[in-house]
T-cell receptor, first 114, second 116 residues
Framework: NAGVTQTPKFRILKIGQSMTLQCTQD?????MYWYRQDPGMGLKLIYY???????DKGEVPNGYNVSRSTTEDFPLRLELAAPSQTSVYFC?????????????FGPGTRLTVT | AQKITQTQPGMFVQEKEAVTLDCTYD???????LFWYKQPSSGEMIFLIY??????QNATEGRYSLNFQKARKSANLVISASQLGDSAMYFC?????????????FGSGTRLLVRP
């Protein structure tokens, strides 16, 4: 199993551009999450999904959108990129049949908006 | 209000010694889970250990143990016999049981540096 994969690994955007961060998991997990990590800080939840077709906002959703059309994929869309969105983005997944519900993280996408 | 507080931005430990990383939490939910993740300089998040609020014993995983003091709302991570590879950021996180999304709330982290 590849686990949770994210593409791209790095990206530089100009202010006002848009992009989609891709996230795929092959563990048949029903829960998926997007976090951002600003320098020297912990992770903050942007959006999450409890299953295909169901998404909800986390702590810092402004400027982002998500969709979940399949169990495997959970893309994060940035519209009109701003310097404040410079961050490392992590996708994670977990499954409801786990006792612990630990989250498995992807390797992250480092995004710079200039 | 901060739900997860890690008061040590950075710590040093000598190789082969034990070190304790502090974490306090705040919740009114009787059912919750506490996690520790390691983030090495390469950036990935690695799950280390979990403690459930109803667990009677402190969790242990190899050299990692969790000192769970429920009344004090603390869940400190103890790393025994530190190794150079333990140098990393460490994050404490909480999942509240009433939240069916099972999302995690993270602390700000502690950077641990192991000295040879």
């Amino acid at each position: 199993n590849a686990g949770v994969t994210q593409t791209p690994k790095f990206r530089i955007l100009k202010i006002g551009q848009s992009m989609t961060l891709q996230c795929t998991q092959d563990m048949n997990h029903n829960y998926m999450y997007w976090y951002r990590q600003d320098p020297g800080m912990g992770l903050k939840l942007i959006y999450y999904s409890v299953g295909a077709g169901i998404t909800d906002k986390g702590e810092v959703p402004n400027g982002y959108n998500v969709s979940r059309s399949t169990t495997e994929d959970f893309p994060l869309r940035l519209e009109l990129a701003a310097p404040s969105q410079t961050s490392v983005y992590f996708c994670a997944s977990s499954y409801s049949t786990s006792v612990v519900y630990e989250q498995y993280f992807g390797p992250g996408t480092r995004l710079t908006v200039t | 209000a901060q739900k997860i507080t890690q008061t040590q931005p950075g710590m040093f430990v000598q190789e082969k010694e034990a070190v304790t990383l502090d974490c306090t939490y705040d919740t009114s939910d009787p059912s919750y889970g506490l996690f520790w993740y390691k983030q090495p300089s390469s950036g990935e998040m690695i799950f280390l250990i979990y403690q459930g609020s109803y667990d009677q014993q402190n969790a242990t995983e190899g050299r990692y143990s969790l000192n769970f003091q429920k009344a004090r709302k603390s869940a400190n991570l103890v790393i025994s016999a530190s190794q150079l590879g333990d140098s990393a950021m460490y994050f404490c996180a909480m999942r509240e049981g009433e939240d069916s999304s099972y999302k995690l709330i993270f602390g700000s982290g502690t950077r641990l540096l192991v000295r040879p």
